[in-house]
């Protein structure tokens, strides 16, 4: 098992930043790639980043490329979304997710561990 657990949402103006953390405890958190993802009111759950477990590779949804960065301290079992430039239509609640293989999958389906994600609202 692997717990997860976010932090860091909050209400922000379109423009700004913020940083998102997610702590593991449990299983050997450096053998998951980890994934976020969001989702907004009436929208389903859709990818944003995805890590491997070295940090070395990186996967971006391509509405977020060049605004957010998803890196991982595997000493502090923390992985982090920062998010610059934000819009309104990030809006939505932010989860991240454990995934054991090691391939950067995009697909929900693919993360077997989830945390109970956290709200990040920009408004205009």
């Known amino acids: 098992q692997v717990q997860l657990v976010e932090s860091g949402g909050g209400l922000v103006q379109a423009g700004g930043s913020l940083r998102l953390s997610c702590a593991a405890s449990?299983?050997?958190?450096?053998?998951?790639?980890m994934g976020w993802f969001r989702q907004a009111p009436g929208k389903e759950r859709e990818f944003v980043a995805a890590?491997?477990?070295?940090?070395?590779?990186?996967s971006y949804a391509d509405a977020v490329k060049g605004r957010f960065t998803i890196s991982r301290d595997n000493a502090k079992n923390t992985v982090y979304l920062q998010m610059n430039s934000l819009k309104p239509e990030d809006t939505a609640v932010y989860y991240c997710?454990?995934?054991?293989?090691?391939?950067?999958?995009?697909?929900?389906?693919?993360?077997?561990?989830w945390g109970q994600g956290t709200q990040v609202t920009v408004s205009s």
């Open positions: 997710a454990a995934d054991p293989s090691i391939v950067l999958a995009v697909s929900p389906e693919e993360y077997d561990y």
């Open positions: 449990g299983r050997t958190f450096s053998r998951f790639a």
């Open positions: 890590v491997n477990w070295s940090g070395r590779y990186t």
